[in-house]
């Protein structure tokens, strides 16, 4: 009983319309012998005799808005990804798939769809044929898309700061951990620099905290204009801010700082027009290098030095680099 009902045509036929991906039967030049009702509303026609009629070939108009003839007619058609994935099957004799973005042209007009490609050779009384199958993958390609782009940003959220747009204090750890590496591998120099904005509680007490959240900003504005591209900045806090300089050693780093100092001394800023800041400079030591201690350890050693800097001006006349 089950034999004869897959025997029957019919229900063949039936199963074959059941299916909701498009399904071509096509011989080796794309030429349709059979479709199923997806594909037919897919392209527009109500049977296949009238597919036929109107030049047999597999998907109307593939990228081209003024073809009537369908695929294959024009230069940019060897491109195509269904002539290729049919031609892939043909001549291996083996299942081809792929996913591509087409523009088409049916009977809504022009629109872009994704699709995934399957092209599968079987043999029928002696003649080679391929299945070609099209899903329609343009709403999961958009869901992924979308994904990726709210994971691009739940990222950026992550590892920002949300006042300064600069680098928060978890990112900065993951970059200082990776340039220590690098500085114990190859040798080359890594220079921490710590600073501060003097008196800063005063701002937002004299001013509020919107002034403050200005001073920051500016500040933060004035420093990336005068520091290397790859130079990490971050603010570690408050009114704390940390800047990691590769191939930097401590004497080089220090005129960057006083540089920086001097930008931030003689600039006139909302509210309180001026502001002052200290800062502290230190290098990764070669004998911390050598040692090969953990990086854990030189992080928290080199963050410790720094901080020693811009901690000791504070009981001092600030204003100054250490």
Same mark, same amino acid.
């Given at each position: 009983m089950n034999r004869e009902l897959f025997q029957n045509t019919n229900f063949l036929a039936a199963l074959f319309d059941s299916i909701p991906a498009m399904? /071509? !039967?096509v011989d080796d030049d794309v030429r349709i012998k059979h479709l199923n009702a997806a594909a037919k509303k897919f392209n527009g026609y @109500?049977?296949?005799h009238q597919l036929l009629d109107s030049g047999g070939q597999a998907l109307n108009c593939i990228n081209v808005a003024d073809d009537t003839n369908g695929c294959g007619k024009h230069d940019h058609c060897r491109k195509c990804l $269904? *002539? *290729?994935s049919v031609g892939a099957a043909s001549r291996g004799r083996s299942v081809f798939r792929d996913t591509t973005r087409m523009e088409l042209v049916d009977k809504s007009g022009h629109r872009n769809v994704h699709f995934l490609v399957t092209a599968s050779p079987f043999t029928h009384e002696n003649q080679p044929l391929i299945l070609l199958i099209l899903e329609d993958i343009t709403d999961l390609k958009q869901s992924v898309e979308r994904l990726k782009l709210l994971n691009e940003l739940l990222e950026y959220q992550v590892a920002t700061d949300h006042l300064t747009g600069i680098c928060n204090r978890l990112r900065f750890n993951e970059h200082l951990s990776r340039n220590i590496d690098d500085a114990r591998r190859y040798g080359h120099p890594l220079a921490l620099m710590m600073f501060d904005i003097d008196h800063f509680k005063q701002v937002n007490d004299l001013y509020g905290h919107a002034v403050g959240d200005c001073v920051l900003r500016e500040v933060t504005g004035l420093v990336t204009a005068? $520091?290397?591209k790859n @130079? !990490? /900045?971050?603010r570690w806090g408050g009114e704390e801010f940390m800047i990691l300089s590769s191939h930097t050693d401590r004497e080089h780093m220090r005129v960057i700082a006083e540089k920086l100092r001097q930008a931030i001394d003689s600039h006139g800023f909302s509210?309180?027009?001026?502001i002052t800041?200290? /800062?502290g400079v230190t290098q990764l @030591?070669?004998? $911390? *290098?050598?040692r090969g201690l953990p990086a854990g350890w030189m992080m928290r050693c080199i963050r410790q030095k720094a901080a020693e800097g811009t901690g000791s001006l504070r009981c001092d006349r600030r204003r100054r680099v250490l």
């Open positions: 399904l /071509f !039967v @109500d049977s296949l $269904i *002539r *290729r005068l $520091i290397r @130079d !990490v /900045f971050a509210g309180p027009q001026h800041s200290s /800062f @030591d070669g004998w $911390i *290098r050598s």
